[in-house]
């Protein structure tokens, strides 16, 4: 391990393993089964047929209870991540069901792929690793022809958002875990919350992997979608939903998810969703969306330039009176936290 980075990753997953879910119980179990569901069958359009009998790749599997979804969904898997200690974990849930999976305990970007994928996914990954392009690059090209790659990461728009909450946890709970969390429940109570609904992570863990992991580098989707166009993939699907143009369809052209005709057109779509408050899905609705995104967007900018003035003179006693009062910043969804994309190789 020759990356100081990459070191200081493992270390940081050795201690909190953000993968970690309960899956012992039937009804843990059914939950995670339950909340993969709505993001791969419902949001990403992905059919469950498409993993029986398919060969499935999860790059930085972690402890590997996704793995384990896609396995019972009947899929042949490979579970790929540096952590030995997370991967023991996957295979003892994987004997305990009398399930099958290859694993390889390896860096990223030490590894090479062995064979190709119909499948292949990175929920949680790009974000943390030192050559995010290289990375990608290479989940592309483990793909067959006809085959998916399916990856997760924490996008620009919105990740504001999360970069100033981190810089304000750690600088105040000075990287200690338990002070960490302490303070997000003072201060951004619904993030916890939001994030507890969202999967059933502890909060130390939902802190440690957003605000405390030695690197979290969201990406720029107009990088993401370069990289896409390089490793000539098209978009099949992203959540939160970016579409091609109308226009085409008006026009009776055939719908083309090719993605460089429309590169700038999706990224505008997806700076719609900066700021993004639950709240605010009303409002979307009821009222014109240009005066909601523009209240949000002055908000924004008057909450956070007065936030970085308090950070700027370490003064936790007026932070501890102005967090709470926010109606922006840490509020609802905060932005969004996490954006899907899955693209199909030609
Ligand atoms: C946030 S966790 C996500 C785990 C899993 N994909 C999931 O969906 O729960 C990130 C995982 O990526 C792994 N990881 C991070 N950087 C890596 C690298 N350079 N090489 C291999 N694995 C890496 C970590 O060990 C950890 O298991």
């Avoid at 290859?102 to 929920?123: G, L, M, N």
């Avoid at 790009?126 to 290479?138: I, M, N, P, T, W």
């Avoid at 909450?165 to 951004?188: D, H, N, T």
């Amino acid at each position: 391990m020759s990356r100081p980075i990459e070191a200081q990753v493992l270390q940081h997953y050795r201690t909190v393993n953000p993968s970690r879910m309960p899956v012992e119980t039937p009804e843990a179990w059914e939950a995670l089964v339950e909340r993969r569901l709505r993001i791969f069958r419902d949001r990403l359009h992905l059919p469950l047929q498409l993993f029986r009998g398919a060969q499935v790749l999860d790059l930085g599997c972690g402890t590997g209870e996704h793995t384990l979804v896609y396995a019972a969904w009947g899929a042949q898997v490979t579970g790929v991540d540096f952590n030995r200690l997370a991967l023991e974990r996957l295979q003892t849930l994987f004997a305990r069901r009398r399930l099958h999976a290859t694993v390889e305990c390896t860096s990223i970007s030490q590894w090479q792929p062995r064979q190709s994928y119909d499948i292949a996914v990175a929920d949680g990954v790009l974000d943390h690793v030192e050559d995010q392009r290289g990375a990608f690059r290479k989940l592309a090209a483990s793909v067959k022809s006809g085959g998916l790659v399916v990856i997760c990461v924490a996008p620009l728009p919105g990740a504001e958002q999360r970069v100033l909450l981190r810089r304000l946890i750690s600088r105040f709970s000075g990287g200690e875990a338990e002070r960490a969390v302490a303070l997000m429940r003072k201060w951004f109570p619904e993030y916890l919350d939001r994030a507890r609904r969202f999967g059933s992570r502890t909060e130390l863990q939902i802190v440690a992997d957003n605000f405390l992991t030695p690197r979290h580098q969201p990406i720029a989707l107009a990088d993401l979608f370069d990289w896409m166009v390089e490793a000539e993939l098209s978009l099949y699907r992203s959540w939160p939903p970016l579409e091609p143009p109308l226009a085409d369809q008006a026009n009776h052209q055939p719908i083309t998810w090719l993605l460089s005709p429309y590169r700038a057109h999706l990224i505008r779509q997806a700076s719609a969703w900066t700021v993004q408050r639950e709240q605010d899905a009303e409002v979307y609705r009821s009222d014109s969306p240009e005066a909601d995104r523009s209240w949000r967007h002055a908000r924004w900018m008057e909450e956070s330039q007065r936030i970085e003035a308090l950070l700027a003179a370490g003064d936790q006693t007026a932070l501890d009176q102005y967090l709470p009062t926010c109606q922006v910043v840490g509020r609802g969804c905060c932005g969004v936290g996490e954006w899907w994309l899955v693209g199909v190789k030609p």
